[in-house]
């Protein structure tokens, strides 16, 4: 079992930046590649980022340039820089971990990610 708990969400005005950060626990860390998924009221989670195994990044085409996703393997978290933000990245935030068949590949579907955390609301005013 891994208990993922995330951290640092809020209301923010758009424009301005924000940091989430995704506390593990559990079984080993390194083991898994890491993800943040995003759910807006009526729509269905979506793919926001996730870091590999081995520490590369991936990003949806729609944050692409305004966020960064980093782990810290030794400290067990892995983080997400949002900035620049706009009323349409308001959202519950979750962060994810899940297994992969290689050290430098990450899913996107949210089905293949085992473990989950509570979330944490993101809203950006315009």
């Known amino acids: 079992q891994v208990q993922l708990v995330e951290s640092g969400g809020g209301l923010v005005q758009a424009g301005t930046s924000l940091r989430l950060s995704c506390a593990a626990s559990g079984r080993t860390f390194s083991n898994y590649a890491m993800g943040w998924f995003r759910q807006a009221p009526g729509k269905e989670r979506e793919f926001v980022a996730a870091?590999?195994?081995?520490?590369?990044?991936y990003y949806a085409d729609s944050v692409k340039g305004r966020f960064t996703i980093s782990r810290d393997n030794a400290k067990n978290t892995h983080d997400l820089q949002m900035s620049s933000l706009n009323p349409e990245d308001t959202a519950v935030y979750y962060c994810?971990?899940?297994?992969?068949?290689?050290?430098?590949?990450?899913?996107?579907?949210?089905?293949?990610?085992?473990?989950w955390g509570q979330g944490t609301q993101v809203t950006v005013s315009s």
């Open positions: 994810a971990a899940g297994p992969t068949n290689y050290s430098y590949t990450v899913n996107r579907t949210p089905a293949k990610y085992s473990y």
């Open positions: 870091i590999s195994r081995s520490g590369a990044p």
